[in-house]
């Protein structure tokens, strides 16, 4: 970033100085315990009181489950961790309210990836008849972008008085997220007989040409019945390349879950997804708590969640 000419190229600076961020972000645990450590050993050489032992003791003990939460952490870095990542929401039960969930959970993440400096572009969107959205998929630039979203995937539960509802009743919603690292590697073997490609005219953003030409593509991987879309760009062509990326990325996670299941059936601890699958509720009404349901984290201010505030959840 010094070299001269560096910051002639916007987007290129842009993209580095993100991946700079990402980088002090993932180091700032390590360095601060770094710090902890050094204090800590000076201490221990000036020490010449007795009373002292018990509290150098406990503040020991207390390094050492940082120092081996902190390993813990990194052994479970994931291959594709500092990728970019794909979003994808889907309204669940819940009608016309799940579809605005959706919309709202696609405007928290905006609302995140804005405050945390990853560029997003949204890729393929399908609008509901009344309000909200049913479906949108949203592309996530920047270094670590998977990993720092990984744990959103699963199902979000909204409960609320309904907007939509004349007698104003108490709704409960849902809506999937998933998220897909990008992959531009053949990671998975995909065969085209394996294939069955739609195409079809595009709506909403991606240029003049969007709604004038079947350029959006939909891709359906048989064997798994994995679906997906890509409408934003300009050509077929690079609607059908995008496509295939996250299609491999799917196809990556579906084998790393399958590979998971498998060690877990071979411990004895296999458990059928159900209602675990929910990972975070959101209740706006009779009282106000956001609440993740496999850390036991929770919060009384949902508007600061909602409008992108998710450090509390992903451990920033």
């Known amino acids: ?38 204090q800590f050993g000076e201490l221990v050489d000036i020490c010449d009181d007795d009373t002292m032992i018990e509290e150098l003791t406990s503040k020991y003990q207390e390094l050492q489950k940082e120092v081996e939460n902190l390993v813990k952490s990194g052994s479970k870095a994931g291959k594709y961790d500092n990728s970019n990542a794909v979003l994808q929401i889907a309204a669940g039960a819940g009608g016309v309210d799940a579809q605005d969930w959706a919309e709202m959970l696609l405007r928290m993440y905006l609302r995140f990836a804005e405050k945390n400096q990853l560029k997003t572009d949204i890729i393929a969107i399908s609008k509901g008849s009344e309000a909200g959205i049913k479906s949108v998929v949203v592309e996530l630039k920047g270094r670590g972008a998977f990993r720092i979203l990984k744990g959103e995937a699963g199902v979000h539960r909204l409960v609320r008085l309904s907007p939509f509802n004349a007698n104003n009743l108490r709704q409960t919603s849902f809506a999937q997220v998933e998220v897909i690292p990008e992959i531009h590697k053949q990671e998975v073997m995909i065969e085209d007989k394996d ?30 019945n994995t679906v997906v879309t890509c409408q934003n760009e300009r050509s077929q062509m690079q609607n059908k390349e995008k496509a295939l990326n996250i299609l491999m990325g799917k196809l990556y996670l579906i084998r790393e879950a399958e590979l998971e299941a498998e060690k877990r059936q071979a411990r004895g601890d296999h458990k059928t997804a159900a209602w675990g699958n929910q990972i975070r509720s959101y209740v706006l009404h009779p009282y106000k708590m956001a609440k993740d349901h496999r850390s036991g984290v929770k919060t009384a201010n949902v508007e600061h969640v909602l409008d992108g505030d998710l450090g509390i959840f992903l451990g920033q």
């Open 195 to 224: 294939l069955r490609i739609d195409t079809y005219r595009s709506s909403g953003a991606g240029g003049q040409h969007v709604n004038t030409t079947d350029s959006a593509i939909r891709i359906t991987h048989l064997p798994t």
């Open 1 to 38: 970033m010094a070299k001269p000419g560096f910051w002639d190229n916007k987007e290129a600076s842009q993209q580095s100085a993100q991946e700079l961020d990402a980088l002090k972000k993932q180091l700032e645990p390590l360095i601060q315990l770094s710090n902890e450590i050094e």
